[in-house]
Nanobody
């Protein structure tokens, strides 16, 4: 059974930092592209960042230069380091594992950026 378990969400002030973690089943981590998506109230879910098995990264324009995605293959974990957070980063953040047309999602973790 595939599982993606997120952690690290919470409330942070503008300009602050948070790190999200997503622990994945060993069965998929070595072959799937891992990523983070987010969904703000009233908006569609959108891509934040992805990382391939070889470490190639891709970021949404809105987070480039502020967020860093990384993966620890020994721990089957993908991270999202979020710096210089803005109120518009407020959303539920979802971990995603994708291989061609197969995708798995975590349950989501809330990030609120507010003073």
């Amino acid at each position: 059974q595939v599982q993606l378990e997120e952690s690290g969400g919470g409330l942070v002030q503008p300009g602050g930092s948070l790190r999200l973690s997503c622990a994945a089943s060993r069965s998929i981590f070595s072959t799937y592209i891992m990523g983070w998506y987010r969904q703000a109230p009233g908006k569609q879910r959108e891509l934040v960042a992805t990382i391939s098995t070889g470490g190639r990264t891709n970021y949404a324009d809105s987070v480039t230069g502020r967020f860093i995605i990384s993966r620890d293959n020994a721990k089957n974990t993908v991270y999202l380091q979020m710096n210089s957070l803005k109120p518009e980063d407020t959303a539920v953040y979802y971990c995603n594992a994708r291989l061609f047309n197969i995708a798995y999602w975590g349950q989501g973790t809330q990030i609120t950026v507010s003073s």
